[in-house]
């Protein structure tokens, strides 16, 4: 993406897309870093050629995930993606080994299956060969910065999200690596969003044909980028960034570490400015995405608006998920596990397409009225609408069922939240933007957002409480 601020407004203009699929290879699952590299590469170039005049560039991506790099520099393994099974199990059992509460006090971190903390704990239950090898560990975006600039440094926002950092001190929590048998060396001491990266190395430029352009290390998790380009007027807002997942929270100058955080398993990811994301995962779009790639399969190639289109006409409210089970994180087939769901928990197994899909949409904006509460009882605020940011806002009929619950406004944009982050920290990294609070506002006056008014309050009033009373956990 390209971003260019031009009379104190923002625009973007979309340079090179390319499809990330994760690869399943002897057993695990993997992300196809090198092809995520070369087509980095082949966005570098065309974006210079469209734009010579380009001041610097900045990667973010999803969190969690590592690669690791040998004492020689070179990668050792592709990376694993956080939803390869060999994580299965270690959570609880590091938990009971450590104490929850004790690994939530150092961290704030919520409880996710696939945390960087699990991953490393599992990698070295196996006794991973790589894992003795490894010089320094690499979150994504590092890795792929690393690959440009030749220089090592892991960035704060994403690091985070390991579960590995201590939120007091912004460092690597000691105690945490100790437990997991890992050396500090492995670490790279976290640097704030906006700081400078480095340059394109002599021999990428070189291959692109392009000037040695500054790198800054953005608030390199995606989640952190789209809350910095959340377009709020107010320092107090709640947000959903939605898109595989659906991310929901606030933004507070401290992180909230209290038993009701832990038990409603609320996170505090870092964020730009020295803020924390007070937020929840929940499981988003991905039952969707799933459900359409199954049914790809089988010979249906409706587009993801065609089958949510449908489902607006399929009746309502017939049966409703926890959309947060384990369950659905890495199914083998996610219409069947959903159905599954719906017999075990004795309500009527949705069957069509149609049905399916409208019982994740409804089930998904029951669990976004949920999270939204507890987020105001953690946080101590109260919000009179709520901002959603990401591609999945051109899911309308999500954004209009999420007014419905919620029973407030919705305010919908911009779509391309993580990529105006990215390019609003390098901005302000620049110099060219004085901060956070101007950039949302020039966020603000560059994008449209739509609004979303609730409707049929009674009906939704009914089926939350039914929700509440089944499903909530
Ligand atoms: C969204 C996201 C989210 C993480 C998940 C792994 O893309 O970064 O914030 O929890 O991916």
Redesign the pocket.
């Known amino acids: 993406m390209l971003g260019r601020l031009v009379n104190g407004t923002l625009s973007l203009t979309e340079i090179h897309r390319f499809p990330n699929d994760r690869v399943q290879a002897g057993g695990g699952v993997y992300w196809d870093i090198l092809r995520l590299y070369h087509e980095i590469k082949l966005g570098i170039g065309k974006a210079l050629r469209e734009e010579p005049g380009i001041l610097s560039l900045g990667i973010d991506s999803?969190?969690?995930d590592y690669g690791l790099i040998g004492p020689d520099g070179e990668l050792l393994g592709n990376p694993y993606h956080?939803r390869d099974s060999r994580t299965d199990g270690c959570m609880e059992e590091l938990g009971d080994l450590l104490g929850k509460d004790t690994i939530f006090g150092l961290t704030g971190i919520q409880f996710?299956p696939f945390n960087t903390i699990y991953q490393l704990y599992a990698a070295r239950k196996t006794d991973s060969s790589s894992l003795k090898q490894a010089s320094k560990l690499l979150m994504i975006p590092d890795l792929l910065r690393y690959f440009l600039t030749g220089e090592m440094k892991s960035e704060f926002t994403n690091a985070s999200?390991t579960q590995l950092l201590n939120p007091a001190s912004g460092e690597w929590e000691l105690k945490l690596l100790e437990a997991i048998g890992l050396p500090a060396s492995l670490f790279l001491p976290p640097v704030q969003p906006g700081t400078p990266a480095g340059t394109l190395q002599a021999s990428v430029a070189e291959e692109l044909g392009v000037p040695p352009l500054p790198v800054i290390a953005v608030a390199e998790?995606?989640?952190a980028s789209a809350v910095a380009a959340v377009p709020a007027e107010s320092e107090e807002f709640a947000y959903l960034s939605c898109?595989?997942?659906s991310?929901m929270g606030t933004e507070l100058n401290r992180p909230v570490l209290t038993p009701q955080a832990l038990e409603w398993n609320f996170t505090n990811e870092g964020g730009v400015n020295g803020t924390f994301r007070l937020l929840k995962?929940i499981m988003g779009l991905w039952l969707i995405q799933e459900c359409r790639s199954a049914w790809e399969k089988e010979g249906d190639s409706r587009s993801f608006a065609e089958l949510v289109q449908a489902a607006a006409q399929a009746k309502p409210f017939r049966s409703l998920i926890d959309p947060d089970h384990r369950m659905f994180i890495h199914p083998a087939h996610m219409p069947k596990q959903i159905q599954s769901f719906c017999r075990e928990t004795g309500q009527p197994v949705p069957e069509s397409k149609e049905e399916i899909i409208r019982c994740v949409m409804e089930s998904l904006a029951l669990q976004y009225r949920s999270v939204l509460q507890r987020t105001e009882e953690l946080s101590g605020r109260s919000f009179n609408g709520l901002h959603m940011v990401g591609g999945g806002i051109h899911n309308t009929v999500l954004c209009q069922y999420t007014a419905n619950a919620i029973g407030r406004p919705v305010w919908a944009g911009p779509a391309e939240g993580s990529a105006i982050g990215n390019a609003a920290v390098q901005l302000i990294s620049l110099g060219k933007i004085s901060g956070i609070q101007e950039a949302r506002d020039i966020i603000r006056r560059s994008f449209p957002v739509d609004t979303y008014l609730p409707e049929e309050p009674a009906v939704w009033e009914e089926a939350y409480r039914r929700f509440a009373e089944t499903i909530i956990n």
């Open positions: 999803w969190a969690v956080y996710l999200t998790h995606d989640t898109g595989t997942w991310l995962n």
